[in-house]
């Protein structure tokens, strides 16, 4: 398992664990980032990410995309 922000952009990987408080967890499930679903890289920029979970474009930072381990 690797975090999210260590893919390519480009890549498809499906979510294997999230890390972090319950609160955290919540938030990206309420983004549509939960453990089996399928997400893919469309950039990345030092550390922060813009993934397509579904039909949308979800923007991460960092901190919160080292906690998604595909």
Not at 6 to 14: F, W
Not at 51 to 67: E, H, I
Request: hydrophobic share 40%; proline share 3%; net charge positive.
């Amino acid at each position: 398992m690797l975090p999210i922000s260590m893919m390519n952009p480009g890549e498809t990987a499906r979510i294997k664990k999230i890390t972090g408080s319950d609160k955290v967890r919540q938030h990206l499930s309420e983004l549509g980032c939960v453990v089996d679903g399928e997400v893919t890289l469309v950039s990345r920029n030092g550390g922060n990410v813009i993934l397509q979970v579904k039909d949308s474009r979800v923007a991460l930072d960092s901190s919160m995309a080292n906690r998604i381990q595909v």
